[in-house]
């Protein structure tokens, strides 16, 4: 792992086939399974109340065809829940010594990333962006750009000062997007 920080940049180096990263992605591809089948089945469950239930209320055709929709689409989450879950790459593209650079930048105040792999000894710029999300989970720390693309930094190779400013990095994105959404509201 390696660390560099001065003036708001921070480089962060890891490789692609870390140790424990099959025991990182299977846990992380349960844990997309697991939130889609419970949120399939609390729609099936809501479905049954809006349905069914009467106590001192008047239940409408209109009601009727609102819960056949919910149950309609828990069903087909229940059903999807597996694709969904464990059909989800994660750092799709990425092989060999990844090298993550953030940076903020001057003028706007955004932070900014430059992901380059160092695959058989050259190296190759992967995806660049504005950051909308870091977030630190229990494996990784999940960083998405303004486009919706997902990459995760695993915190298993990640030294502590470096996770520690990845979640100053955390906050400072934060407030500029809760900044930028008040500025766009008004």
Known sequence: MYKEYMD???????DSKYKGKKKDVLNRKLKIFLI??????????????????EYNRVITN???????????????????????????TINKGL?????????????SGAWEYTI????????????????SMLREDKTFFKMRDTFG???CLPKSEISDAVANELRTVS?????????SNKKNQQ
């Open 62 to 88: 209109m009601d009727r065809i609102l819960s056949y929709v919910c149950y309609a689409l828990g069903i087909i989450g229940v059903i999807i829940s597996p694709i969904v879950g464990f059909t989800r």
């Open 116 to 131: 380059y792999t160092d695959e058989e000894g050259h190296t190759v710029s992967v995806g660049k962006g504005e950051i």
């Open 36 to 53: 889609t089948l419970v949120v399939s089945l609390c729609l099936i469950l809501f479905s049954f109340y809006y349905a069914f239930w």
């Open 149 to 151: 693309k997902d990459y």
């Open 171 to 179: 906050l400072s994105v934060q407030k500029y997007r809760s900044a």
């Open 95 to 107: 092989k060999g010594r990844v090298t993550v650079d953030l940076s903020k930048n001057g003028e």
């Open 8 to 14: 708001d940049f921070i480089r962060v180096q890891f």
